[in-house]
């Protein structure tokens, strides 16, 4: 298959299919264009590459139903599944979890009518206790591609710890580090031990020895500290490059996304990735 450019896999979905879509804001574009562009690029490269007989495969925690709709324009967008069933050479597999019944069958139902339909599976459920099941279905020897798209805290590190262990398994993580961390990180999370924020960084994340020689807690530091916090854990279960993508609305930075291989050659595919902006301008940083 040619490659689809993002605007011409946007038209596909242009028609209201009655299938349950998810209402976002206008940078939820940003997110997903830079996610097609890296899914494009990879498949180019690696399908067919003897290094992985398994092929290349697809992970998606948090699927979503498969389109999302601009609250402000009502522009109808793929969701993050379709853009990996219409990848230009044939991913391997698709594997697909999400937790709402509706949305997981409305997933299903749009990926099979996907060119990739034989080669997908939806799990419905929390990613978090079907993350076995999710690598059951890898096939093996290949290389992994995991987009987690939370819409706060929800992934645990204990399953991206999972996931990871599998070997080739690079991961696109949305860290909702604006609209979440800045906000209740000292009136929730520093009390409590068991926070959604300790279960997303992992045990020994040891994030409070940090926090208590930061000084300067403007939320731009307080930002770069948990990325920090998040790139050692990563390293620690085997990533070794890492990439990132502030994603912002109208008021500012709303999350990040954290990209992480164990290849330099991932790293440069999602730099690759990154630029190139929707209007189609070169980026010089
Ligand atoms: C930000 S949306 C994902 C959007 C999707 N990636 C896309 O591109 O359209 C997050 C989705 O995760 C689902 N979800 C929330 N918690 C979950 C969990 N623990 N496991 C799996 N899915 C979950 C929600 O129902 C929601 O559909």
Wanted: aromatic share 10%; hydrophobic share 40%; glycine share 6%.
């Amino acid at each position: 298959m040619a490659q689809l450019e993002w605007s011409r896999l946007c038209e596909r979905y242009t028609t209201d299919d009655h299938r349950p879509t998810r209402s976002v804001g206008g940078w939820t574009e940003d997110k997903l264009f830079f996610w097609h562009r890296y899914v494009q690029i990879t498949a180019t490269a690696m399908v067919g590459n003897p290094r992985f007989p398994g092929g290349v495969a697809y992970v998606d925690l948090f699927a979503g139903p498969g389109v999302c709709v601009v609250r402000d324009t009502l522009k109808r967008l793929p969701g993050s599944p379709l853009i990996a069933a219409y990848a230009p050479k044939p991913l391997s597999r698709i594997i697909a979890c999400e937790l709402d019944k509706a949305n997981a069958a409305a997933c299903e139902e749009r990926l099979a009518e996907t060119p990739a339909a034989d080669r997908c599976v939806v799990l419905a459920g929390d990613c978090n206790t079907q993350v076995d099941r999710v690598i059951h279905e890898l096939p093996k020897s290949c290389l992994g591609l995991a987009f987690i798209d939370p819409e706060a805290l929800h992934v645990k590190f204990e399953t991206i710890r999972a996931l990871s262990a599998v070997g080739a398994m690079d991961l696109l993580v949305l860290f909702a580090d604006a609209f979440d961390v800045v906000r209740n990180v000292e009136e929730y999370y520093l009390k409590n031990p068991q926070s959604p924020l300790d279960r997303f960084l992992g045990e020994g994340s040891d994030w409070r020895t940090d926090w208590s020689s930061l000084l300067d807690r403007s939320a731009s530091k307080v930002r770069d500290l948990f990325l920090n916090v998040y790139r050692r854990q990563l390293k620690r279960i085997g990533y070794s490059h890492f990439g990132d993508q502030q994603i912002s609305g109208p008021s500012g930075p709303l999350y990040r996304l954290v990209y992480a291989s164990k290849s330099a050659l991932g790293l440069k595919f999602w730099e690759e990735a990154k630029s190139k902006t929707r209007d189609g301008q070169s980026r010089l940083w």
